[in-house]
């Protein structure tokens, strides 16, 4: 095969991934970051694959390429990662996924992009996992093939975030590195998911009891949530989406879409948490936010709902053009005297609160709001505990 100086060259990787792609490509392949084209070479002359598409990131390497793996399977195209076949579309789905990727840290070999894999390494395998799902049929393959000089707990990690499991094929030494080649496939909570729908779906969050997703469904942004894999809590996931059934009948949380034993689909809410927006905005604004906070306290009260982590809410509660919205009930539970608003009267008055609240000229006479706090939690559910309801609010108004 003729050399190209800006071509990656088949090297000892590209030897070994060469050999799991002979063995174990079906269908319709991609072979991302073609370089040279040996991997698509390797893969039209397996028996079960139907056609191959080679691409990559440089001009002049998919100019290589249609030189010297001409093959009527085989189709050359420039693409950034996925960038060339759209999102979700059913045209650009394939049975097999291969992909050599650069993965040396930028500081080892700067400005080389066949080999650098971004400042740490790992950060274009990252980029490709996220987006491979879209791209991969639910029974499909991924042949992945790194370097430890990437670390490897850190591509682990990246797989499992994208609900993808994974068998190590092969691992061998060279010199100052190990080379490791993995079989990626799709777990059955993402096959599910994607038969659902769903698309587009990236990592977001990680929460003690479960991790948070966002996607696309029927053309709108949602977030979906799956119990944690490393936490020993059972039944989180149906439970938290039976209490948030029950509280968006009063308007609270965000929509529940559907779910199932296994994941939760809810409305995706963006804006900033409760302290980002309090540091960025207006006295009067805060003010409207907090009445509004405290008015779903009340609520969640009356219904006899402990939400829990009120009094320190600061990943539970996002401000969404003005409007505040609860997130997270999995701890959410019944209780004959809930306790939701006391909570968050103990985060406003909280030393870190206190401070940013003053520099809006919002000063809560502490000793007179825990008082305030202290006659709801004691008043006798109706119109004494609606009184004292209206007491806090007036002391937040005026503050």
């Not at 994208?162 to 068998?167: R, T, V």
């Not at 809410?269 to 405290?294: E, L, P, W």
Request: proline share 4%.
């Amino acid at each position: 095969m003729p050399s190209c100086k800006s071509v990656y060259e088949p090297q000892e990787d590209s030897t070994l991934l060469e050999k799991w792609v002979r063995q174990l490509s079906f269908g319709k392949v991609l072979d991302m970051g073609t370089g040279s084209g040996v991997q698509a070479i390797a893969a039209v002359h397996h028996e079960g694959v139907e056609s191959v598409v080679a691409t990559d990131i440089s001009r002049e390497a998919i100019a290589y390429c249609r030189r010297n793996a001409r093959h009527p399977k085989i189709t050359c195209r420039v693409s950034d990662l996925f960038s060339a076949f759209g999102k979700g579309k059913r045209h650009a789905v394939f049975d097999t996924l291969i992909f050599n990727p650069p993965y040396l840290p930028a500081e080892l070999k700067p400005g080389d992009i066949s080999l650098e894999g971004g400042r740490k390494g790992y950060e274009t395998i990252e980029r490709f996992l996220k987006g491979a799902n879209d791209h991969l049929e639910n029974k499909g393959i991924i042949l992945l093939l790194f370097s430890s000089l990437t670390k490897k707990e850190k591509v682990d990690a990246f797989i499992r975030e994208n609900l993808f499991g994974f068998e190590l094929l092969e691992k061998r030494h060279y010199f100052f590195e190990d080379l490791f080649v993995y079989r990626i496939a799709k777990t059955p909570l993402l096959r599910e998911l994607s038969s659902a729908g769903i698309s587009g779906m990236g990592y977001y969050a990680r929460g003690k009891r479960g991790l948070v997703y966002a996607g696309t469904l029927k053309g709108r942004k949602v977030a979906v949530k799956v119990a944690n894999p490393s936490s020993r809590a059972v039944g989180k996931i149906r439970h938290e989406a039976e209490m948030l059934g029950k509280l968006n009948r009063k308007g609270i949380g965000p929509r529940l879409i559907a779910h199932t034993d296994r994941y939760l689909v809810e409305e995706f809410i963006g804006g900033d948490f409760i302290g980002g927006f309090i540091a960025s905005s207006s006295g009067s604004a805060i003010r409207k936010v907090i009445k509004m906070v405290m008015e779903q306290m009340r609520i969640l009260d009356g219904m006899g709902i402990m939400k829990e982590e009120m009094q320190r809410p600061h990943k539970h509660i996002i401000v969404c053009e003005g409007k505040p919205v609860l997130l997270d009930f999995e701890r959410a539970h019944h209780a004959l005297k809930p306790g939701n608003v006391t909570q968050f009267c103990q985060y406003l008055i909280g030393t870190a609160l206190t401070g940013m609240l003053r520099e809006k000229n919002i000063n809560i006479d502490k000793e007179h709001l825990i008082g305030l706090a202290r006659e709801y939690k004691n008043a006798p559910s109706g119109k004494g505990r609606a009184k004292a309801f209206r007491a806090i609010e007036r002391e937040i108004m005026i503050s």
